[in-house]
């Protein structure tokens, strides 16, 4: 794994109007700093800094040859403060106090500290993508490609109803991390993916349905990846995509954006619905002062297919970084 940096960010004012210290990590992989093009990945909600390598989660995405070219690529990609990479922790106390503009804000002090303030592309999934979306609303000007996927600049309603589920799931539950994933697990995938991988069969070795034997192994196996504390905040996060901006300062904010805005959906999405993207896409296209393109991952999988659907998501970023 590369080596985990850390930047300590005094004094730094959140939405609420308090101040506290933050301590930033990230990861660089590729091109040393100054010598290429610049790259921001910002991880999902279980995701982490680890984005390229032998066991990075996006190695099929960010590699040596590969679509985002470490050969030709500077890649930085920031822990989120509290997300529990590497027993960090940072913004987890009070998590309903923060929102994913302060994350924004927080990841562009971090850039500020290594002296950059271009970025050749911003690119991130699911939560990471609403953060990329904040960071456009912050800086319209800094990032040359904007490339959101399976999310949308603003949380819906169903995705917020969805995390209040959660955080009372994480809140009363006997084994509430576990008990959360199971919930998680079936808004990122759809009954057609279930169907298809487990054809209703049991397991020889106990009574247990093969799909149920599945959700109770990411069940423990994110209860060993977080803490309470940070499960509660990523989760929360969520909810607060574009809580600070209605949708016509938003569009104030893109009509003076020099930044090629590049949209991937996904067809089955239950999280961030393919029409939420679609809709995006149409307002964007009204001001053809900037670059928009949309494109659509098919895939029986649901949101996850960000993380599954590789060959069709290397296709269409391809035209992006062979510049």
Known sequence: MEELYKIEIKDFKLKIDRTIDVVLTYQIFGKQLGKAPIVLVNHALTGNSNVAGDNGWWKDLISEGGTIDIQKFTIIAFNIPGNGFENEEGLTENYKEFGTKDIALIFWKGL?????????AVIGGSLGGGIAWEMLFLKPNSIDNLIPIATSWKSSDWLIANVLVQDAILNNSDNPIHDARLHAMLLYRTPESLQEKFKNEKNKENDLYKVE???????????????????????????????????????????????????????????????????????????????????????????????????????????????
């Open 213 to 323: 034997s599945w959700l109770l192994h990411h069940g423990n196996k994110l209860s060993q990846r977080f803490t309470l504390s940070a499960y509660k905040l990523m989760n929360h996060l969520l909810k607060t995509i574009g809580e600070n901006y209605d949708e016509q300062y938003i569009l104030n904010t893109i009509k003076h954006t020099t930044t090629s805005i590049h949209l991937v959906a996904v067809n089955t999405d239950y999280f961030f619905t393919t029409n939420e993207t679609k809709n995006v896409f149409t307002k964007l296209k009204q001001h053809n002062t900037i670059e928009v393109q949309f494109y659509e991952i098919q895939s029986i999988h649901g949101h996850d297919a960000f993380l599954i659907e590789y060959k069709q998501l290397n296709k269409f970023l391809a035209p992006i970084f062979n510049y």
């Open 112 to 120: 500020e500290e290594l002296k950059i303030d271009k970025l050749f």
